[in-house]
């Protein structure tokens, strides 16, 4: 077997062809035109290959990625749901794909109405006024909505709103995203239960708070049920309330966080609704504000005249552009079809059967893994590792034994409330008898641990790459074939 390190990508061979570009096209009377100081020296590096050869080479290295598509994957956080195939037979439409965004937009309307109508259905579903849909990602929309916030106070001249106070269950993001915002960042304590320590927050009101971070459900899966009086007391103190987006899922059709009294949020298409993710990309952050904080989202807007045509806007208080055009239009295209498939009526029964999934699973398995937050979850819920810590099995080997028994690990190490957080968020789209399998191995791996603990230790056994230098890899990223070949070299 070739081995992974020494490189599995060599399979070119000296005067080997998939393809000989039509000679009658490229005279070589044509070639003259070109100024010999750009006309290469050397023939460029590329592998000598047949067709076959490449589709052999990507369709394997396909099968080496794990996707929702080929297994489970319960990962806390992200909402790794199905996405319906009719959703890719959509945004792959070519009256759809193959528009440029110069286009007049005489010539788009079916995009931009279908731009526009996204945006409503986000506003009806959050409940604020408006949306724009231009941020690449959660993280972009959090940077995108504390710009908006901060553009907020500014305009009312109260300079001194500096800081954005945040929990400590918050997501790496949020207070990332507050740095680059150029805001400080003010922690406040959670409860025991997880919950947001409303006698912690009071002292941290005041004139210099721009407003707070929050996500709800948080993100050990739990209801912030004072919700109402912690927005109560940060708009009495002048503050905005944003909402992080990236739990919607278990609230769809059910409570709004515009209800809730968030002013700004961001929504991550790629998570609530559908579409694919996962390696980073692509992704879709919409924001949206209420009525007061219209004018300071970014440009363009997409907007509709009395003669019902579509136009795209460019307002004057806006903070200005975050992305080129409009954004990431094919996710957004799937994201509607999800929206639409579902419609009003099925949206909400969403949120219950994700929620119905999360406590199943977190009631089954509550002997073996440690519960520290008892209680009705929503879509997700955090063990704390095993709850047989002596044989010093740790988060991380539980996570890597599970991809030996073909399940994608859950989200571990995070929150950081607690030492051995496994975060796990089965989603909606999932049978019960996947559960009852997932159910049964993480049972196995408690077993293990007791009885075989030092072969849970080196897990995983039967993956293609064992344990891998993740440091290392992000440190000193190997992203090309010559940079393999480079280092293996040396
Ligand atoms: C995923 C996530 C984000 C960031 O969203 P991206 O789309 O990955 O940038 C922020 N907050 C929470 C709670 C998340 O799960």
Not at 93 to 118: C, I, K, R
Not at 120 to 140: D, R, V, W
Not at 188 to 195: D, E, T
């Amino acid at each position: 077997m070739k081995t992974y390190d020494k490189l599995i990508f060599e399979l070119s061979k000296p005067g080997r062809k998939g393809y000989d570009l039509p000679k009658d096209n490229f005279a070589t009377d044509g070639m003259k035109e070109i100024p010999a100081t750009l006309l290469r020296e050397k023939a460029p590096e590329l592998p000598e290959v047949t067709e076959l050869d490449v589709v052999r080479h990507y369709t394997n290295l396909s099968n080496k990625n794990f996707g929702v598509d080929t297994g489970y994957y319960p990962l806390g956080s992200c909402t790794m749901k199905y996405n319906p195939k009719i959703n890719e037979e959509v945004s792959a439409m070519p009256q759809f794909a193959a528009l440029h965004p110069l286009q007049d937009a005489s010539t788009v309307q079916g995009a931009l109405e279908l731009y526009y109508n996204l945006q409503q259905a986000l506003a009806n579903i959050s409940g604020l006024a408006e949306f724009t849909l231009n941020p690449y990602a959660g993280a972009h929309g959090e940077l995108t909505g504390l710009m908006v916030m901060r553009s907020y106070h500014m305009s009312r001249g109260d300079n001194k709103r500096t800081k954005v106070i945040v929990p400590n269950t918050a997501h790496g993001t949020n207070p990332a995203s507050a740095m680059v915002a150029g805001l400080e960042v003010v922690e406040v304590k959670s409860k025991p239960n997880g919950s947001i320590d409303v006698e912690d927050l009071k002292p941290l009101l005041d004139d210099t708070v721009a407003g707070i971070m929050m996500t709800n459900p948080n993100t050990v899966g739990m209801f912030e049920t004072e919700i109402l009086e912690i927005a109560k007391l940060v708009h009495e103190a002048g503050g905005l309330l944003y909402y992080d987006g990236a739990n919607l899922n278990p609230l769809l059709g059910k409570v709004r966080p515009g209800d809730m009294g968030f002013d700004i949020m961001h929504i991550n298409l790629h998570k609530t609704f559908s579409t694919p993710h996962g390696g980073g990309g692509p992704g879709s952050g919409p924001v949206g504000v209420a009525e007061h904080l219209r004018g300071f989202l970014p440009n363009p807007h997409v907007r509709k005249n009395e003669k019902g045509e579509f136009y795209v806007d460019f307002g004057k208080d806006s903070l200005g552009s975050i992305s080129t055009f409009l954004g990431n239009f094919g996710v957004m295209m799937r994201a509607y079809a999800y929206i639409l498939s579902l419609g009003k009526e099925n949206i909400r029964n969403v949120g219950p059967m994700a929620t119905l999934n999360a406590n199943y699973i977190k009631e089954s398995l509550k002997d073996d893994y440690l519960l520290p937050i008892d209680g009705v979850c929503k879509h997700e819920f955090v063990f704390d590792g095993l709850k047989d810590k002596s044989t010093g099995v740790t988060t991380l080997n539980v996570a890597k034994r599970l991809l030996d028994y073909g399940f994608h690990a859950p989200t571990i190490y995070f929150p950081l409330l607690f030492h051995e957080s496994m975060m796990i968020e089965p989603t909606e789209t999932e049978s019960k008898e996947t559960l009852d399998e997932f159910i049964e191995v993480l049972h196995k791996i408690a077993k293990e641990a007791r009885e075989i603990p030092e072969e849970v230790k080196n897990a995983p056994l039967t993956t293609i790459v064992r344990k891998l230098d993740e440091t290392g890899a992000a440190k000193n990223p190997i992203l090309t074939y010559r940079a393999l070949k480079e280092s293996v070299e040396g």
